[in-house]
């Protein structure tokens, strides 16, 4: 079995920071890509920012320049650097990542979600 256990979120003012993290953990063979979505309250989930395995990285357009994704590969571990962060930015975080278990399965798993308010 496999978790993803996400935190670092909460309540930062609009031009702060913060930083997310997100583990693996459990039966994991390899992990291809690792990224971060997000959704807010009546809207679709949507991509903020994916790794690659070989660290090629990818970025919402909304949040280019502002936030940075990094993996840890030896900790099983992804991070999301978030800086001057905007009211917009409000929703819950939730860490995904494509994995293949020891069974050799391949599947995409979920963390449980974490909330980021910007709020003043």
């Known amino acids: 079995q496999v978790q993803l256990v996400e935190s670092g979120g909460g309540l930062v003012q609009p031009g702060g920071s913060l930083r997310l993290s997100c583990a693996a953990s459990?039966?994991?063979?390899?992990?291809?890509?690792m990224g971060w979505y997000r959704q807010a309250p009546g809207k679709q989930r949507e991509l903020v920012a994916v790794?690659?395995?070989?660290?090629?990285?990818n970025y919402a357009d909304s949040v280019k320049g502002r936030f940075t994704i990094s993996r840890d590969n030896a900790k099983n571990t992804v991070h999301l650097q978030m800086n001057s962060l905007k009211p917009e930015d409000t929703a819950a975080y939730y860490c995904?990542?494509?994995?293949?278990?020891?069974?050799?399965?391949?599947?995409?798993?979920w963390g449980q979600g974490t909330q980021v308010t910007v709020s003043s």
């Open positions: 995904n990542a494509d994995i293949i278990s020891t069974a050799w399965r391949r599947d995409a798993y």
């Open positions: 790794i690659g395995s070989g660290g090629k990285i």
């Open positions: 459990g039966s994991i063979f390899s992990i291809y890509a």
